[in-house]
């Protein structure tokens, strides 16, 4: 049987370390570190750490539907969530993680950008 990601990486206590040292860049961004003004970011820490687990195999998930109305007050643009990617490439290379499981990852985020991103009246 094979391991999950989740599993080879190192689990919860392995990936709230990323999560972590992806806030810290996020925080310090010109881009989106002003969406995490007035964010407990403990919580934040808590909840992205269980999606980025459920992304990689791990035991959490999250709908389509949950990511939509969690972000749906953020008016976050296309702008925003590139820079997301961004950084959580830079990150993941960071903790030296294996290139097909950080482009794995960021297909998966991308892959839900329509329920991130914020439509724009045509």
């Known amino acids: 049987m094979s391991r ?3 599993d080879e990486y190192g689990g919860f206590a392995s990936i709230s370390k990323v999560v972590s040292a992806f806030y810290e860049k996020a925080i310090d961004s ?4 002003p969406y995490f003004d007035d964010v407990d970011m403990r919580a934040l820490v808590d909840h992205q750490t269980k999606f980025i687990s459920s992304v ?3 035991p959490a998930s ?3 539907e949950q990511l939509r ?8 643009d296309q702008e925003s969530f590139n820079e997301m990617a961004t950084l959580l490439r830079t990150t ?3 903790f030296e993680l294996e290139g ?10 991308a892959s839900r950008a329509d ?4 439509r724009t009246a045509s």
Do not use: Q
């Open 62 to 64: 999250y709908t389509d």
């Open 4 to 6: 999950s990601m989740f």
């Open 69 to 76: 109305r969690v972000h749906a007050h953020l008016a976050i």
């Open 115 to 118: 329920v991130i991103v914020a």
């Open 100 to 109: 097909a499981d950080i482009d794995l990852i960021r297909n998966e985020i």
């Open 30 to 33: 010109d881009v989106i570190g």
């Open 92 to 94: 993941l290379e960071d």
């Open 56 to 58: 990689m195999g791990g």
